[in-house]
């Protein structure tokens, strides 16, 4: 069974970092793109960054030079280093496994909140 | 990149079809055949229901289809249940990156 599993939510300060980790399992890791994937609270999703098997990644313009996707494979396990965070990243996070055509399966989400 | 655009809500009875659709341009939903829909309920994960426009995954109901006409991808629901009120997202891959569309609610009467 396909599972990605989450770290827990956190409060963090405006101009702080965090990095967010899902753990894969039930699928060969190494040979799936994955994503992260936000949504502000009440608001529709946004494609935040992609990271193919061998770690070639993308980065969606407005987190580009903030944050940072990677992966480790022998640990099977997906990484968003986030830095220089603004009131504007609060969201939850999904980590997703997928494809150039869909995301298939979602982890549980990780409430971001950036605030004084 | 801005987001494709879709009815923010859409309504129907129990048992009656409706269709959602999901606007974009050229180098996104008209430039590849990488649309695929989400069903969100709330406080959930969003759950794949179509891919690569027409695809149904295993254990979709076969009462949701897909289909793109230009730059305008649909998502058709029929035979509408009561559990099928939710929020459904559209997304489109586009140039190493991928788009999704501003949602749309729907809600069974």
């Known amino acids: 069974e396909v599972e990605l599993v989450q770290s827990g939510g956190v409060l963090v300060q405006p101009g702080g970092s965090l990095r967010l980790s899902c753990a894969a399992s039930?699928?060969?890791?190494?040979?799936?793109?994955m994503n992260w994937v936000r949504q502000a609270p009440g608001k529709g999703l946004e494609w935040v960054s992609s990271?193919?098997?061998?770690?070639?990644?993308n980065h969606a313009d407005s987190v580009k030079g903030r944050f940072t996707i990677s992966r480790d494979n022998a640990k099977n396990s997906l990484y968003l280093q986030m830095n220089s965070l603004r009131d504007e990243d609060t969201a939850v996070y999904y980590c997703?496994?997928?494809?150039?055509?869909?995301?298939?399966?979602w982890g549980q989400g990780t409430l971001v909140t950036v605030s004084a | 990149q801005s987001a494709l655009t879709q009815p923010a809500s859409v309504s129907g009875s129990p048992g009656q079809s409706i269709t959602i659709s999901c606007t974009g341009i050229s180098s996104d939903v008209g430039g590849y055949n990488y649309v695929s829909w989400y069903q969100q309920h709330p406080g959930k994960a969003p759950k794949l229901m179509i891919y690569d426009v027409t695809n149904r995954p295993s254990g979709v109901s076969d009462r949701f289809s897909g289909s793109k006409s230009g730059n305008t991808a649909s998502l058709t629901i029929s035979g509408l249940q009561t559990e099928d009120e939710a929020d459904y997202y559209c997304?489109?891959?586009?140039?190493?990156?991928?788009?999704f569309g501003t949602g749309t609610k729907v809600t069974v009467l």
């Open positions: 997703a496994r997928g494809w150039t055509g869909a995301f298939d399966y």
């Open positions: 039930g699928f060969i890791f190494s040979s799936y793109n």
């Open positions: 997304s489109s891959y586009t140039s190493n990156r991928r788009v």
């Open positions: 990271i193919g098997g061998i770690s070639t990644f």
